[in-house]
């Protein structure tokens, strides 16, 4: 479960070839989540901010066990928030018991997550993180519940539950 991080290899490859050209090079490769969201923080800032936990499922893409969070039986009105930056990603009104372990969701906030392709296992799936400050909170699979039938997982963890 510990990969190095993007800068971490970036840091590697910088000193095992010594030389500035080739470090812009590696920039260019480094993941969507290293730029581009509204809020960014250096890996030293988040372990401040975040919990060992946290960190590693927001910043690491790593997965609670399931049935480990509180989370799962929250059934109250209200508002699930990402952990890293407090965006409201989740509404309680698409939550729904999946059976799986994890917190599950129908449906996000409009506009308040993004989805990229994840390889890291075999098959193909759909990693979903904050669109505020990428940080990663679960997969989204195809055999949710109506209306949308989608079924985003997410780490509990990666989210603060505000009752209406
Ligand atoms: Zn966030």
Redesign the pocket.
């Known amino acids: 479960m510990t990969q190095p991080s993007a800068d971490r290899r970036s840091f590697l490859s910088i000193v095992g070839l010594g030389g500035t050209t080739v470090a812009l090079g590696a920039c260019s490769g480094t993941p969507a989540q290293a730029k581009g969201f509204p809020?960014t923080r250096s890996e030293a800032e988040w372990r401040k901010r975040l919990t060992a936990q946290q960190f590693a499922v927001l910043r690491q893409e790593a997965t609670e066990r399931p049935f480990t969070s509180p989370l799962n039986k929250e059934h109250r009105k209200g508002i699930f928030a990402?952990a890293?930056?407090d965006?409201a990603v989740y509404p309680s009104r698409t939550k729904f018991d999946s059976g799986t372990g994890w917190p599950s969701f129908w449906e996000a906030v409009p506009g308040a997550v993004g989805t990229k392709t994840d390889r890291k296992l075999l098959y193909p799936r759909t990693e979903v993180h904050?669109a505020?400050?990428g940080?990663h909170l679960g997969h989204i699979f195809d055999d949710g519940p109506k209306p949308t039938g989608k079924r985003h997982c997410i780490n509990g963890v990666a989210l603060t539950f505000k009752p209406a």
């Open positions: 809020v990402c890293g930056c965006t904050c505020t400050c940080g």
